[in-house]
């Protein structure tokens, strides 16, 4: 019988991360979690323990790189060892550049791109020592197609994808350590309600958001077979296909859906969100903003997308050609 895995995760008291601790709990791993939020996390500590797993929790800000070294060597000594990193830090603010405090913005890369790299930088000695161990990175679709109304979270999301490219080049020579990233699209997690939002309009999701339990299992699958790049959702293989048919056209389609959407959502009040506070409360694992009829829509209008997006290249090639 193998042994446990020995798995750590940040940003795992609500989301995805909380509902990856669950599914490794499932398994039988044993878990380390932190988070900035000390009640959510022992809440998913105890899901985890009645899963079948064991679960340690630390309150830890990855923006805080003392606080992330600490707490990765506290990992490594409750572990062992550690076969595992999760990083899934992730926050966001809504509403047009310049109506965002610059505040907001900083704390969103602070976040979504240094936070992630203080992670690499405290388990990478680690897993050098070992040689062996997986980073997985948590990126999403927007590291790839741009998110206007979400600068931040863009400029966040595409600098992880290019951190991971480098880190992966250097790592190369050591077979058994593997920089794994994760692209979601849109998933139905309680971050939509940790948000900033300067819009003027109420925050909802669009129709085909995944489970978070979704993006879990490509998680947990990467710790038996890891692999460079994993794409979670039909939707984000048609927003690839067209940003390499049309760059700048995504953009330009997404801009103008967000201000039809903002000026037709209901009223909702300017908020810095969960951006520099941890909430309070359970957030737990699902935003329950989800609808089976528009996620069936939704899926079939992906196919048509990704389609229209192989079209498009092969015109582009044809052009090419002649």
């Known amino acids: 019988m193998s042994e446990p895995l020995r798995i750590v995760i940040t940003g795992a008291s609500s989301g995805i991360g909380a509902a990856t601790a669950i599914a490794f709990a499932e398994q039988g791993a044993r878990l380390v979690l932190g988070a900035r939020g000390e009640t959510g996390l022992e809440d998913?500590?105890?899901?985890?323990?009645?899963?079948?797993?064991?679960?340690?929790?630390?309150?830890?800000?990855?923006?805080?790189?003392?606080?992330?070294?600490?707490?990765?060597?506290?990992?490594?000594?409750t572990l062992g060892s550690i076969d595992l990193w999760f990083s899934?830090?992730?926050?966001?603010?809504?509403?047009?550049?310049?109506?965002?405090?610059?505040?907001?913005?900083?704390?969103?890369?602070?976040?979504?791109?240094?936070?992630?790299?203080?992670?690499?930088?405290?388990?990478?000695?680690?897993?050098?020592?070992?040689d062996r161990g997986i980073w997985v990175n948590m990126i999403s679709v927007g590291g790839f197609f741009a998110t206007p109304y979400a600068a931040a979270y863009s400029a966040s999301k595409f600098g992880l994808r290019g951190f991971s490219e480098a880190l992966r080049g250097e790592v190369s020579k050591h077979p058994h350590i593997h920089v794994c990233d994760v692209?979601?699209?849109?998933?139905?997690?309680?971050?939509?309600?940790?948000?900033?939002?300067?819009?003027?309009?109420?925050?909802?999701?669009?129709?085909?958001?995944?489970?978070?339990?979704?993006?879990?299992?490509?998680?947990?699958?990467?710790?038996?077979?890891?692999?460079?790049?994993?794409v979670v959702g039909a939707p984000a293989i048609a927003l690839k296909l067209g940003q390499?048919?049309?760059?700048?056209?995504?953009?330009?389609?997404?801009?103008?859906?967000?201000?039809?959407?903002?000026?037709?959502?209901?009223?909702?009040?300017?908020?810095?969100?969960?951006?520099?506070?941890?909430?309070?409360?359970?957030?737990?694992?699902?935003?329950?903003?989800?609808?089976?009829e528009r996620r069936r829509i939704a899926i079939a209008t992906a196919g048509a997308t990704a389609g229209l997006g192989v079209a498009a290249i092969a015109g582009w090639f044809w052009q090419r050609r002649r």
Not at 192 to 213: F, K, M, Q, V, W
Not at 255 to 276: C, V, Y
């Open 44 to 77: 998913i500590a105890r899901r985890c323990r009645e899963a079948g797993g064991s679960a340690e929790v630390r309150v830890v800000d990855v923006t805080d790189a003392t606080a992330v070294a600490a707490f990765a060597s506290q990992a490594r000594e």
């Open 88 to 130: 899934c830090v992730g926050v966001g603010v809504l509403g047009r550049y310049q109506d965002v405090p610059i505040a907001d913005h900083t704390r969103v890369i602070e976040a979504n791109l240094t936070g992630h790299m203080n992670d690499a930088h405290a388990v990478l000695p680690i897993f050098l020592a070992q």
């Open 183 to 230: 692209y979601p699209t849109f998933v139905d997690t309680p971050g939509i309600d940790h948000a900033g939002n300067y819009t003027g309009a109420r925050l909802s999701l669009p129709p085909g958001a995944l489970a978070p339990e979704t993006v879990a299992k490509a998680v947990v699958r990467l710790a038996r077979r890891p692999r460079n790049t994993t």
């Open 244 to 292: 390499f048919a049309v760059p700048s056209l995504g953009a330009a389609m997404m801009n103008g859906f967000m201000d039809i959407w903002s000026d037709k959502a209901d009223p909702g009040a300017d908020t810095s969100g969960a951006l520099f506070d941890a909430p309070t409360d359970v957030s737990g694992v699902d935003g329950g903003r989800r609808h089976p």
